[in-house]
């Protein structure tokens, strides 16, 4: 074991002038295809008469032919796609031979008639429909029209609506996320740990590639979103415009395919970990920040839903959350310059929302991710609040403006004694929901944590340990949305536990709720569900707007990715503190693994850790590397004998290492 992370690390290093992400053991993981023509990896399912149906797996086998109407073959593509469908038809009998295609993400829903409904949902799961290929049929290629694109699935079937005979070969897709990328599989981060005591050992790794693929799925060109479509209509269309400029990073491959700042919160920092992508995060933002309205106010979600100003003040926070990790990730100034009033505006629009007796914010733009309840004095969008402030602080320093940054500190440091003053539960160990309720959500609490509006480590523990009641089997059961596991909700969870310092927790939570997504056979088993039910079905929010419609859930959706930048941030332990990286800091939690490695690309080049912890002997190895003129900080995760680079150090107040060169760390157990 350690030898291998020994290896894989010399060559990691040895390829860090290149500024993305070195082969190795971690390729076997990366879900992304190799070319953007993608043909179906076996055959699901036939019904009626149907011959030589392996025909279509292979460019040279021959024909496969459906004879008799209502004859069908399912396909499975082995993975989420997304894009245009390409078939050959090689003959029809007569001219009123017709075609019809239908896609799913999961294999529950495979239907001659019915695909994923993607525009409206319904009870009766007929939303979408199928997509007609109309007779006469002209021999030779057949393609999609654009806006017939399906944004994700993983099974298409193929059914004969009308004639005697048709024969088919040739079925491709060719894929349209991420349309800015040349090669889909060039990831510029990595992630790598065994995880020995577990019967996957490569779970967790596969999680964070599942993470990663997602992403890329929900990078999308601006003229493919989710277009409109009439109510009471069958039919999709992905041509719709959602954005002035792309790419832009939406909130699901099959839906809505439209930006939602909340999502972002989560999503962004998966999209620079993974693959370094901001321009999408940047197109995105510019677009909320267009729709700002004459009070400050964002926009709850962007083109084509168009849900606007006012309405949430969480994804009102999100946005402004949002700008500052472009900022962050990217080193962007000239960009940030160019918001700076909007975001002041935006700052002041919640500002105003404070009430001067309570000292709260009183939220009014109730709606959020799905949630019920909220408003009024509520801890979401407070804490959401605290962290806008103190990230326009050092927003606001950085652009010289010094008195601006002081007063949002002030006003922050007065906005957390208020919230464990009125919203904090000491019996129970937890935030209450509100001042009208003694719910203890799963949002506030881990955004608290997260965003540390706790006062002490052991405020942060109770609530860590305060969060496992609601785990079940599937993962983690959300209290203000109830019999529903929401993985936006559990990824600001995974974040609290490892603030808390709760590495262990927050790996159980990984392999128990992501590790369930991922590996469950009603899903689509390469990316990231939306949401499901407390007894593992599909139908997340089935009584909450969803209509009891199981196949409107998104098996591809941003914010589900919570474990990538986590796995990367607190166990491998890397991550940025000031723009591009110039500052870093190298924090590792080991969670009981053995070891770990990998990194990510910023605009100012590549940034690397491995470590390995060998309990047996006491001794603990760290290596990193940077951009040369960048500086870290190393906090290291065990005590003993400390030596950086062979020479013996006193670590109290941190130690500081320059970019350019691969320091090593070793800690020896005294």
């Known amino acids: ?65 459906l004879s008799g109407a209502g004859a069908w073959v399912a396909i499975d593509f082995g993975k989420e796609v997304g894009g245009v469908t390409t078939l050959n038809i090689d003959s029809a009998s007569d001219d009123n031979a017709s075609l019809a295609l239908t896609f799913t993400e999961s294999s529950l829903f495979i239907s001659p008639t019915l695909s994923d409904d993607s525009v409206f949902a319904a009870a009766n799961l007929s939303v979408d429909g199928a997509q007609p290929i109309p007779a006469p049929l002209s021999e030779g290629l057949w393609t999609q029209p654009i806006s017939w694109q399906r944004g994700g699935f993983r099974y298409l079937t193929v059914t004969l609506a009308e004639g005697s005979t048709v024969a088919l070969s040739n079925i491709s897709v060719y894929l349209t996320f991420s349309p800015n990328v040349d090669d889909l599989r060039d990831y510029k981060g990595y992630f790598y740990a065994k995880d020995p005591g577990e019967e996957d050992e490569d779970l967790l790794t596969k999680i964070w590639y599942a993470g990663a693929y997602t992403i890329q799925t929900n990078i999308l060109a601006a003229d493919e979103g989710r277009g409109e479509v009439p109510q009471g209509t069958t039919g999709w269309n992905n041509s719709g415009t959602i954005a002035n400029a792309g790419p832009v990073i939406v909130d699901g491959a099959k839906r809505d395919r439209t930006v939602w700042p909340g999502d972002m919160g989560i999503a962004g920092p998966s999209a620079f970990v993974a693959l370094n992508q901001l321009d999408p995060v940047r197109n995105s933002l510019d677009e909320l920040f267009s729709l700002q309205s004459t009070t400050g106010g964002l926009p709850y ?5 168009s849900a606007g100003p006012e309405l949430s003040d969480t994804y ?8 500052y990790n472009y900022w962050l ?17 935006g700052v002041s629009y919640l500002a105003d929302k404070v009430d001067v007796d309570v000292g709260l914010i009183n939220a009014t733009g109730v709606l959020d991710w799905g949630r019920l309840g909220g408003g009024g004095f509520s801890i979401s969008p407070n804490v959401l609040y605290y962290k806008v402030l103190l990230n326009g602080a050092q927003l606001s320093s950085a652009l010289g403006d010094t008195e601006t940054a002081e007063g949002w500190l002030a006003d922050a440091a007065t906005l957390k004694g208020i ?59 959300t209290p203000e949305l109830p019999d529903t596991a929401a993985p936006f909700v559990g990824g600001m969870e995974l974040n609290a536990h490892f603030e808390a310092g709760a590495a262990e927790r927050a790996l159980d939570l990984i392999r128990l709720e992501w590790g369930w997504m991922l590996t469950t056979n009603v899903s689509v088993q390469s990316t990231l569900l939306e949401g499901y039910t407390s007894n593992g079905s599909l139908l997340y929010r089935g009584d909450a707007g969803y209509q009891q419609d199981p196949t409107y859930t998104s098996h ?10 986590a796995l990367t941030t607190y166990i491998l332990g890397l991550s940025v503190t000031e723009p591009a990286g110039q500052a870093f800091r190298v924090a590792p939690q080991t969670g009981g693994l053995p070891a770990a490695e990998g990194g990510f690309e910023t605009p100012l080049g590549w940034f690397g850790v491995s470590w390995t912890n060998d309990e047996h002997v006491g001794r ?27 020479e013996a150090v006193d670590a109290e107040g941190g130690i500081q290492v320059q970019g350019g060169v691969t320091h090593t760390v070793f800690v020896q157990a005294s």
């Not at 009102?316 to 700008?323: E, F, K, Q, V």
């Not at 990730?329 to 505006?345: I, V």
């Open 301 to 305: 979600s962007g083109p084509l839903i």
């Open 419 to 477: 919230i464990n003053a009125v919203l904090w539960d000491e019996d129970a160990g937890l935030y209450i929901d509100n001042t009208t309720t003694t719910l203890h959500p799963e949002d506030g609490n881990s955004l608290a944590v997260w965003f540390n509006v706790t006062v002490s480590d052991e405020q942060k523990a109770r609530i860590s340990e305060g969060l496992e009641q609601f785990w079940t089997d599937v993962g983690a059961v």
């Open 329 to 345: 990730h990217s080193g962007d100034t000239e960009w940030l310059e160019g918001k700076w009033e909007q975001y002041l505006a």
């Open 1 to 65: 074991m350690l030898e291998l992370y020994h290896f894989s690390l010399a060559l990691a290093f040895s390829l860090c002038a290149k500024a993305s992400a070195p082969h190795g053991p971690w390729d076997d993981f990366n879900y992304a295809p190799s070319s953007r023509t993608v043909s179906p990896t076996a055959i699901h399912g036939t019904s009626g008469d149907v011959d030589n149906a392996e025909a279509l797996l292979s460019t040279d086998a021959g024909s496969a032919t």
């Open 316 to 323: 009102h926070a999100w946005s402004l959350i949002g700008a």
């Open 556 to 565: 591809s959706h941003g914010w589900s990715t919570g474990p990538t930048p």
């Open 620 to 646: 603990f190895e760290l290596n990193v590397t940077s951009p040369e003129g960048t500086v870290g900080t190393v906090a290291l995760p065990v005590d003993g004998e400390i030596t950086v680079d062979g």
